[in-house]
């Protein structure tokens, strides 16, 4: 399967990872369409992908591209969803799935994996159970990258059991999939949960380190969460800004001023 990582290999289009303004990748257009390049529906399709992923901002423009593509491909529709999935138009991405099934064409497992995301942005049950169900139907509600999109949709929704019960279904999850659940669990208030898989855990990234002294922050459990702050320095992992700001909030908690001020020093 070709994945979306795998776009822009034609010299022009390859162009777009210097530019800058919208008036340079319209250049770029009219080169392509000088050289006659776009007559690809392949090339085309990479074009528009390229411009969605790697220029956001003209998404528009890429929307206007498109629809100049007769049967654009799955990989160009599952670009499109991608960026809207990552913005502010969340919503959006739904017009290129049924793009997806109008053209009698089958949704992929990326289609889901940035079609749950926008769910989660979204945050409605509805529109979040009924993307589940389209998964169900196609058979590709089991990948790895959907199944942790899931989890996170489930505990945008405040779906905590949810969460945990998909997790439960991964016979073998991975670090991606055990930070989910941890982020779950913690940012819902089941910090006892989200410590027992979060000590289980052979490798912990910053992400997880982050939502369990957050979790345990809200939950007002902060001498747990600057207990946590100091084993991360011990482990030689990278602080930033939101660690900070949960550490401060637990010392505000527990009144120790002085300690607050001695967290900002590194």
């Not at 007559?39 to 498109?66: C, E, R």
């Not at 059991?161 to 930070?179: A, G, K, Y």
């Amino acid at each position: 399967m070709t994945t979306l990582g795998r776009i822009a290999k034609h010299p022009t289009i390859s162009l777009l990872d210097s530019c800058t303004t919208l008036h340079e990748i319209k250049q770029i257009h009219t080169q392509l369409l000088i050289n006659g390049h776009l007559n690809d529906p392949q090339l085309a399709g990479q074009f528009v992908a390229s411009i969605a992923l790697k220029h956001p901002n003209n998404l528009n423009h890429s929307h206007q591209l498109l629809n100049q593509i007769h049967n654009p491909t799955v990989f160009t529709l599952n670009s499109m969803i991608r960026a809207h999935s990552k913005g502010p138009t969340p919503h959006l991405s739904f017009h290129y799935y049924h793009q997806i099934l109008h053209n009698n064409a089958s949704p992929d497992n990326y289609t889901f994996t940035f079609l749950v995301r926008a769910c989660a942005h979204i945050a409605s049950p509805n529109i979040g159970l009924a993307f589940h169900a389209a998964a169900i139907k196609f058979g590709l509600d089991s990948g790895a990258h959907v199944q942790c999109g899931l989890i996170q949709l489930y505990s945008e929704l405040g779906f905590l059991d949810s969460s945990r019960r998909l997790f439960m279904q991964i016979e073998d999850p991975d670090l991606v999939s055990q930070t989910a659940m941890v982020s779950a669990a913690a940012r819902l208030g089941d910090v006892d949960f989200a410590r027992k898989l979060f000590d289980e855990m052979p490798c912990r990234d910053p992400i997880a380190w982050n939502a369990m002294i957050a979790g345990c922050t809200q939950c007002g459990r902060s001498r747990d969460a600057l207990n946590l702050f100091h084993l991360m320095q011990v482990e030689g992992v990278k602080v930033g800004e939101a660690t900070l700001v949960s550490v401060l909030s637990a010392c505000s908690q527990l009144g120790a001023l002085i300690r607050g001020d001695g967290c900002m020093v590194m």
